[in-house]
């Protein structure tokens, strides 16, 4: 099956970059693009950007566009988002999903916590 | 970037209810649409894809319509499992963006 294994828990200071991962299984890897999107506790979903595993051409939101990268190893089928410059309103649970815009983001990572603390 | 606004925020029902949930694009984006279910502590889920497509896996009870600017999820015969929340979300534009959320309790 369709599984989407994200990296443990991080905390860091501000100013500090995280890299969280998901690994992919249970599909072909280049054939769906790999999403990424946040949740501050009790708040709503943010899209951050996308990444396509066999091109690696990645879009970004504007918003993050300065501090965030995605990138991917296609020999153990993960996709990374490092996020730079980390401040405290950083501090969410940041999801990978698969999908396409016209399919939705049909399969997700359990989520991984990132506290942003000094 | 585009707006998604959903109605109502929360809502209480009882099971058996059927339940609607609307969401309004703040410009027209066909049907590049989806809604998803998300429980605490847990990722969300895709219920509906293009406006109108019923996931896999997904029950029936759950629908979907609309096209351009609104759309529309209903929950027939709310199920005990269906008390969560819910947010629609537009894949025409990047940055994709989600509506904020429609919390549905038990009465």
């Known amino acids: 099956q369709v599984q989407l294994v994200q990296s443990g828990a991080e905390v860091k200071k501000p100013g500090a970059s995280v890299k969280v991962s998901c690994k992919a299984s249970g599909y072909t890897f280049s054939t769906y693009d790999i999403y990424w999107v946040r949740q501050a506790t009790g708040q709503g979903l943010e899209w951050m950007g996308w990444l396509n595993p066999n091109s690696e051409t990645t879009g970004y939101a504007q918003k993050f566009q300065d501090r965030v990268t995605m990138t991917r190893n296609t020999s153990i089928n993960t996709v990374y988002m490092e996020l730079s410059s980390l401040r405290s309103d950083d501090t969410a649970v940041y999801y990978c999903a698969r999908g396409g815009s016209t399919y939705g983001l049909s399969a997700w990572g359990q989520g991984t916590l990132v506290t942003v603390s000094s | 970037d585009i707006q998604m606004t959903q109605s109502p925020s929360s809502l209480s029902a009882s099971v058996g209810d059927r339940v609607t949930i609307t969401c309004r694009a703040s410009q027209s984006i066909g049907k590049f649409f989806n809604w998803y279910q998300q429980k605490p502590g847990k990722a969300p889920k895709l219920l509906i894809y293009a406006a109108s497509s019923l996931q896999s896996g997904v029950p029936s009870r759950f629908s979907g319509s609309g096209s351009g600017t609104d759309f529309t999820l209903t929950i027939n015969n709310l199920q005990l499992e269906d008390f969560a929340t819910y947010y629609c979300?537009?894949?025409?534009?990047?940055?994709?963006?989600f509506g904020q959320g429609t919390r549905v309790e038990i009465k």
């Open positions: 979300q537009q894949s025409y534009f990047t940055p994709w963006t």
